[in-house]
């Protein structure tokens, strides 16, 4: 029985990287950018959009913690309470903003799945903490939105 479901776990783990194809980037089959957008879903495409921002810019990432491929530029939200935090300091879009771009930020990425799941979920946010981030978001430029997934901001 033990290896009937070792077997079963080895044929799930080869078909798994069959699907990922690591090798077809190894080899330069498949290219890095092909690669990571067919393995990290909507995150791949973000990073590449990121990775064509002047180089001088810094994003700051609400509800996304990873910063896999996105460094220097990225700072992310590695413990999902960025948000939490700065509404509760600084209360106004304006003065997060500010705050922002002291710290030398110059756009803000927003993993929406992300915001929805802790809307939906947690508890500690109220009704006026999404109201502020929704008034935020319509001082902010829009450059690029995708599949409503994640949405890039150029700060005012």
């Known amino acids: 029985l033990i290896i009937i479901v070792w077997s079963f776990s080895l044929l799930e783990i080869i078909l798994h990287t069959h699907d990922l ?13 092909d ?14 959009v990121m990775q064509g921002l002047n180089p001088n810019s810094r994003v700051i990432m609400l509800w996304e913690t990873r910063g896999l491929y996105c ?23 304006d003065e997060i903003i ?7 930020f110059t756009h803000m990425l927003l993993h929406n799945q992300g915001a929805k799941f ?7 946010y109220t009704t006026n903490d999404w109201k502020t981030l929704e008034n935020l978001r319509e001082q902010l430029v829009l450059l ?8 890039l901001y150029e700060l005012p």
Request: proline share 4%.
């Open 21 to 33: 194809n690591p090798a077809g980037a190894i080899l330069g089959i498949q290219t890095k950018e």
């Open 35 to 48: 690669y990571l957008i067919k393995n990290l879903g909507g995150y791949g495409r973000a990073v590449e």
């Open 71 to 93: 460094q220097p530029i990225c700072d992310s939200d590695e413990v999902i309470d960025r948000w939490f935090h700065d509404v509760r300091i600084y209360l106004q879009p």
């Open 98 to 104: 500010s705050n922002w771009k002291s710290h030398g």
């Open 118 to 124: 802790i809307e939906a979920n947690d508890e500690r």
């Open 144 to 151: 690029k939105s995708l599949n409503d997934t994640y949405f």
